[in-house]
């Protein structure tokens, strides 16, 4: 763990329940409790940090930061993208109604580029559950035909 990492997620942290209703929420983590095998607690972390990585892609748009979720964060992205109603709702409240470009099947990486994400999560004040940041995902700009691209 970095130490602007440690720095940053010491100070009080903003929950993405603030912004997400409470019948939503407790719909997705019923999603994930089907479809993975987590009970209601895992599910709520890794839905959480999929609603942050989100909100701070869509914040960061068009920065070419590479941001990109762990694996385990990119099973709530999917859960909360595949929600398409809801989805649309979300990009139409934080990023002016377009949704974030997805990247599906790039190569896994283990660059850092996952807890890069954390620390960017983390400086735009939300909270960051480390343990789900360890990995890393086949999702992200790592995609060879569009490097460095703002996508998920």
Not at 141 to 149: D, E, L, R, V
Request: proline content about 7%.
């Amino acid at each position: 763990m970095t130490a602007a990492l440690v720095h940053l997620i010491t100070g009080p942290a903003r929950s993405v329940r603030e912004v997400v209703p409470v019948d939503l929420w407790e719909k997705q983590v019923g999603l994930l409790v089907r479809d993975h095998p987590y009970d209601s607690t895992m599910a709520g972390r890794i839905l959480g940090q999929g609603y942050a990585y989100l909100l701070t892609a869509m914040r960061h748009l068009g920065e070419s930061l590479g941001l990109a979720p762990s694996e385990l964060v990119d099973i709530g992205v999917h859960t909360i993208i595949r929600d398409t109603v809801a989805y649309a709702d979300l990009c139409a409240r934080f990023n002016g109604g377009h949704s974030l470009p997805h990247v599906p099947k790039a190569e896994t990486k283990n660059d850092g580029s996952a807890m890069r994400t954390a620390t960017v999560i983390a400086s735009d004040g939300w909270d960051v559950d480390l343990p789900l940041w360890t990995d890393a995902a086949e999702c992200g700009p790592c995609h060879p035909c569009h490097p460095g691209n703002d996508s998920h």
